[in-house]
C-alpha cells in the first residue's frame, strides 16, 4: 500500500524524524535518551535509512525491534530504500545466493547493499510512500504540486527538491506536510517552526560529519525530531562519528 491514513488521537505524544542514514547510534539516543518514548507515542519515521553512515543495518533491525515489542513505529520509504529495491531488479543474483549459501560466505559474495536487500526484503516493500494524519502529511521528500494529482505523483514523493508551492492548495489548506531528503542547516529548520511554516523539513544532515567551517559545525550533522503537538524541535549531534 503506498498510501495510508492512520487516526493518532488515542497517542499521549506525537514525533517525527529525519532522514537517519545509518547512524544507529544517534538515532538510539534520540529515542531512549532525549525523546525517552514510550507505548503511549506515535514516531513517524521519513525514510533514509540506510547508506552514508556506518551501520545501515543495525538502524533496519532496531526499528524492526522497536515494532516487535509493541512501540508505535510508522518508517515510510525514502529514495534510498526505493532505489535499493530497484537495484535488485537488474542483478543477476541467482547464482551468487547459491554460492554463497553453500559456503557460508555471503559476505564475501554479496556487496553492502545486496546483503541489505536480500535481508530486509519484507521490511523493505512494505514501507509506505505517503502517510496521511489528522493534521498532517508524510512524505519523504515532498510533493509535487504542478501535478495533476500531487498524491497520486509516487516518485516526486521520493525526490522531488522543490516541494512547496507559490500559491495556497488543497493539500495544505487542513495538515502541515512533514518531509525530508534535502539536507538545511539546523537554523533553516528552526524558522521554519518559529515562522509557523505549512512545510517542515527534517533532513539536518545527520551523516554530514566532515564540517570545515564554525558555522556548519553548528548547524550540520544533525539528526531531528518535531513535536507534533507542541512544535518543540529535538535535535542530537551525530553520535556515530564521536
Known amino acids: 500500500m503506498k498510501s495510508i491514513k492512520l487516526n493518532t488521537n488515542q497517542y499521549v505524544r506525537r514525533f517525527a524524524i529525519g532522514d537517519i542514514h545509518g547512524c544507529f547510534k544517534t538515532f538510539e539516543y534520540l529515542l531512549q535518551k532525549e525523546i525517552q518514548v514510550t507505548k503511549d507515542d506515535i514516531v513517524f519515521l521519513l525514510g533514509d535509512y540506510i547508506h552514508k553512515g556506518p551501520d545501515s ?87 509535487n504540486f504542478e501535478a495533476e494529482k500531487p498524491k497520486k505523483d509516487y516518485d516526486s514523493m521520493l525526490t522531488i527538491r522543490k516541494p512547496y508551492p507559490t500559491t495556497s492548495n488543497k493539500i495544505t489548506k487542513k495538515r502541515k506536510v512533514v518531509h525530508g531528503h534535502t539536507p538545511i542547516d539546523l537554523s533553516q529548520l528552526k524558522n521554519m517552526i518559529n515562522e509557523k511554516s505549512r512545510f517542515v523539513n527534517l533532513d539536518t544532515g545527520c551523516a554530514f560529519t566532515k564540517a570545515t567551517t564554525a558555522e556548519q559545525r553548528e548547524n550540520q550533522g544533525y539528526l531531528s525530531c518535531f513535536n507534533l503537538d507542541t512544535s518543540e524541535l529535538i535535535s542530537v549531534k551525530n553520535r556515530d562519528q564521536i
Open 57 to 143: 543495518q543495525k538502524v533496519i533491525d532496531y526499528i524492526q525491534s522497536l515494532r516487535e515489542e509493541g512501540f508505535h513505529i510508522y518508517p515510510i520509504m525514502g529514495n534510498h530504500e526505493d532505489g535499493l529495491i530497484k537495484k535488485q531488479r537488474s542483478y543477476k543474483h541467482t547464482f551468487f545466493r547459491f554460492l554463497a549459501k553453500m559456503t557460508k560466505g555471503e559476505r564475501l559474495f554479496l556487496n553492502e547493499d545486496e546483503m541489505l536487500y536480500f535481508k530486509n526484503k519484507s521490511f523493505l516493500k512494505t514501507l509506505p510512500i505517503h502517510i496521511q494524519i489528522e493534521d498532517y502529511h508524510f512524505v519523504h521528500a515532498g510533493f
